[in-house]
């Protein structure tokens, strides 16, 4: 088992800088989880570690070994990709097996390996077949045990379950979880589903553009996020951003939003004090925009009166599309509600749990 760290590692493609200064301390057992969008740098930070691609500036450490110019095979790390490039015409045990013959492995070690990992997950009837005859989700597990076979001393997962529908994929990530918990080794996976990483992670290092922007646990990145970039990426649906001004009213600080103002609760109001009259973008994730009949007691409301765009039923939950002259946001609304399309109504903005950003920069005035 080992950590792993990032030192000031740069990556450039020529003239196209993918990773961009990656400073990060991976702890020993932890689960840790790169997400962001498309291109923001989170696989490349990957295959640097697993040696598939060639560190431009920086120092990659397995535990206190520098792996910057070990070959990939010597780094004692397994991978896992989105394909799960199983051999067609080897059954699961071969599969499963493959990389322990290419050690020349002891044969009753291969065995002992094989059937441990296909025993952890539930795979073990599966032993004989090939991988024409599994269905997806047997055929991710098998990929999992073809890694777990290794005893690395850290997993790379690169998106292993974006082939899974979204039932298999509900499963497969409590898998992942329970699998991490059993074994007891540092897993460092890549996804751009926030959900994944949200529900996965110990910790979520969210990046964008080749700059890690934050690093905490979920809870944290969710209620603290540093910026606008974290705070709009992170949670679903998306936080809501409104372009607004600080200004004072009643002798108490509010945010004027155009069609609307809020009140700050006062215990916030000092924070805020400075920023008045300056322009900036408020924040209020849709779970915190209530049904006035059905919000939480004894939270610090302001009132907003808005238009109902579209609502959508979910069960538990309406997801309510609102818009006043100038200004939409979603609401996530008790099913109780009595919101139409079409009809007015007022909206309860929490403003114990509102988000005020720069202007320009995004930075998270906090």
Do not use: W
Request: proline share 5%; net charge negative.
């Amino acid at each position: 088992m080992a950590s792993v760290t990032y030192e000031h590692v740069t990556k450039r493609f020529g003239d196209v800088v993918a990773v961009n200064d990656l400073d990060i301390e991976i702890p020993d057992k932890e689960f840790l989880v790169f997400v962001g969008p498309s291109g923001c740098g989170k696989t490349t930070s990957l295959r640097l570690l697993a040696g598939l691609e060639e560190v431009t500036e920086g120092d990659i450490y397995i535990g206190d070994r520098l792996v910057n110019d070990v070959p990939p095979k010597d780094r004692d790390i397994a991978m896992v990709f989105q394909s799960y490039a199983l051999y067609p015409h080897m059954s699961v045990f071969d599969n499963m097996a493959f990389g322990l013959k290419l050690r020349k492995t002891p044969r009753n070690e291969i065995e002992r390996r094989v059937h441990e990992a296909a025993t952890l997950l539930e795979i073990e009837e599966l032993l004989d077949r090939k991988p024409k005859q599994l269905s997806g989700g047997q055929r991710q597990r098998v990929a999992v045990g073809r890694a777990i076979v290794r005893e690395p001393y850290v997993f790379l997962m690169d998106e292993p379950l974006s082939n899974l529908d979204a039932k298999l994929r509900v499963s497969a990530r409590a898998t992942l979880s329970k699998l991490h918990q059993r074994l007891g080794t540092t897993f460092i996976y890549v996804t751009h589903d926030q959900i994944e990483a949200m529900t996965m992670g110990t910790r979520i290092a969210v990046m964008n553009d080749g700059i890690l922007q934050q690093v905490d646990s979920p809870k944290v990145l969710y209620d603290t996020p540093v910026n606008r970039f974290v705070a709009g990426f992170i949670g679903s649906p998306a936080m809501n951003f409104l372009d607004g001004t600080l200004v004072t009213r009643d002798d108490k600080i509010a945010v004027d939003c155009g069609d609307f103002i809020l009140d700050i609760p006062a215990s916030k109001a000092d924070l805020y004090r400075q920023y008045l009259g300056q322009e900036i973008t408020f924040g209020l994730r849709p779970e915190d925009a209530h049904d006035p009949e059905y919000a939480p007691p004894g939270i610090n409301s302001s009132m907003v009166e808005a238009s109902v765009d579209v609502t959508e039923l979910m069960g538990n939950e309406v997801i309510a599309y609102l818009v006043t002259e100038h200004t939409q946001f979603l609401g996530r609304f008790d099913p109780r509600t009595s919101a139409r399309v079409g009809h007015k109504m007022k909206v309860a903005f929490n403003m114990d749990r509102m988000h005020v950003f720069e202007k320009q920069t995004g930075v998270a005035i906090r």
